[in-house]
């Protein structure tokens, strides 16, 4: 090999390292295996808010409640929408129906939409992380 060949090999070997460190790097080799639907994306955003949310149906044996309602069902539901859950007055006299628009805008900002409100949380900022959030809420009933 002459030298500005082997030097040119070099090269493209070191960069073929790189890439190759970059695609084994934060899981996203099999994100591009299997696009996620926007519901899986859901569920995973929904991380946020299982800390005072179960998912699980209250009806069933063997319910927790956290410190929030369950989501199961809340699609299409009135705002208070569990019987067995102690809402804020707030809350209970909100007169809202939990469809994709209005969980939009409370998720964007709760306290806006929901004045007083005991849901202690700030707001999703990102749409597509509220879009994906309520899509997943839709497969819970
Ligand atoms: C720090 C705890 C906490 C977090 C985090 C939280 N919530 Fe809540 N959420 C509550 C509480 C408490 C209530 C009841 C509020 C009230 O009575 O005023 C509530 C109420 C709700 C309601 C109304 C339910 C109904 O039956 O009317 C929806 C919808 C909701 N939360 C969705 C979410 C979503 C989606 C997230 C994540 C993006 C989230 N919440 C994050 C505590 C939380």
Not at 46 to 62: L, Q, R
Not at 101 to 124: K, S
Request: net charge neutral.
């Amino acid at each position: 090999m002459s030298r500005p060949m082997r030097f040119s090999f070099l090269i493209a070997a070191a960069l073929a390292a790189v890439s190759c460190g970059e695609r084994n790097g934060g899981g996203a080799s099999s994100e591009a295996a299997a696009p996620l639907t926007i519901e899986e994306q859901g569920r995973r955003a929904f991380s946020a808010c299982a800390i005072c949310h179960s998912v699980k149906d209250p009806t069933e044996p063997g319910y927790a409640s956290l410190v929030g309602p369950s989501l199961f069902g809340v699609v299409g539901a009135p705002s208070a929408h569990l019987s067995g859950y102690d809402y804020s007055r707030a809350m209970r006299e909100a007169n809202l129906v939990w469809d994709d628009a209005t969980l939009d805008a409370f998720l964007q900002n709760p306290q806006q939409i929901v004045p007083r409100t005991r849901m202690a949380f700030a707001g999703e900022p990102n749409v597509e992380r509220r879009q994906a959030i309520i899509a997943f809420l839709k497969t819970l009933n």
